[in-house]
């Protein structure tokens, strides 16, 4: 839809909606730029107080894949009040504000409207250097890809709805999901970063051809290295899936290639749809293996090299070994 649109022609517009960056970025002055994002989701757990900080962590990720400080924060909320108590209205907002405070921000008020299924989120203004932010778009031949987060969260979503995954694993989910971008976006302000995005509804493969679309490069991952939750993989031989993965795996359609041998019941993971996951990082070489261990240093829920930028050929943007 957007790409029928009229561009805007602001130069102060740095990031805008072209290249399907995480957030958008405006320059207000030499150096001072706001990062703009609103992000909302359905609820992945029945704990409203878990809800609000998962939602909110899920939009602070924008902010921060952008190299970005959150500043600022705005409630974003469908709730059917007929049918819920307004206690859990209440605890999803503490849980939200829960991770603002954690993020450094404020939250500055909201907006709800009725609806017969919850949704919560945030927009959230954050602040970068007009010279020093992070995108999608700039992962260079040579580079490596380090991914801060496992995969597998929609499919442990999903399977918990049918009590298929034992309490440990998706507790130890919960945590990963809850937990904020923000202390390996501040390890990575000292490195050499080139490209950034957060992997979340689109899955791995969908995220990370943006960043080869955006780059003009070939991503290529190793599938043996990729980080998983626990019982995720369990979850897709089960039989288990999402209502993402087939329209995710369509998207990466015409630019993937494989080249590995894997069950397809294994593949399901590359188009997980993510919640408030991980960031998918291209730097140089030089700088990744001080990166991988500044992440395991701050006890980062995953610190893995995933792969290698490569140039273009054709349209395979996406190379899976």
């Known amino acids: 839809m957007l790409a029928g649109l009229p561009q ?24 001072l730029a ?10 992945p757990v029945n704990d ?8 909110a962590a899920n939009a602070l990720s924008d902010v921060y894949a952008m190299g970005g400080d959150p500043k600022v924060c705005l409630n974003l909320v469908s709730f059917p009040s007929k049918l819920l108590p307004a206690d859990h209205l209440n605890r999803i907002v503490a849980g939200a504000l829960d991770k603002i405070t954690e993020a450094g921000a404020v939250l500055a008020g909201g907006h709800s409207v009725e609806d017969a299924e919850p949704k919560f989120g945030l927009s959230v203004v954050g602040v970068v250097h007009p010279d020093r932010f992070w995108a999608n778009g700039g992962a260079r031949p040579g580079d490596v890809l380090v991914l801060t987060k496992p995969l597998g969260s929609g499919v442990l979503f999903n399977a918990n709805l049918k009590q298929w995954v034992p309490a440990d694993a998706m507790d130890a989910c919960v945590r990963v999901v809850s937990t904020l971008n923000r202390a390996a976006a501040q390890v990575m302000q000292a490195l050499q970063i080139h490209a950034v995005t957060d992997v979340t509804g689109f899955g791995l493969a969908g995220h990370a051809l943006e960043v080869a679309k955006a780059s003009d490069a070939a991503l290529h991952l190793q ?16 039989g288990m899936t999402t209502g993402s993965n087939a329209f995710n795996r369509q998207l990466a359609t015409g630019h993937l290639v494989w080249e590995g041998q ?8 590359l188009f997980d749809p993510q919640t408030s996951g991980g960031l998918l990082v291209a730097l140089p070489e030089a700088d990744a293996e001080q990166l991988v261990a500044s992440l395991k240093a701050i ?3 995953a610190a893995h090299v995933i792969g290698r930028v490569a140039p273009l050929k054709g349209q395979r943007h996406l190379v899976i070994a």
């Open 299 to 301: 006890g980062s829920p």
């Open 8 to 31: 805007a022609d602001d130069p102060n517009l740095l990031v805008g909606y072209n290249t399907n960056d995480d957030a958008g970025i405006y320059r207000l002055s030499d150096e």
């Open 262 to 269: 894997w069950p397809e019941r294994h593949q399901e993971i």
């Open 223 to 238: 599938m043996a290295a990729l980080p998983i939750m626990d019982q995720a993989l369990a979850m897709y031989r089960k």
């Open 34 to 43: 706001i990062v703009v994002t609103a992000d909302f989701i359905t609820p």
């Open 48 to 55: 409203p107080f878990q809800f609000g900080q998962i939602a």
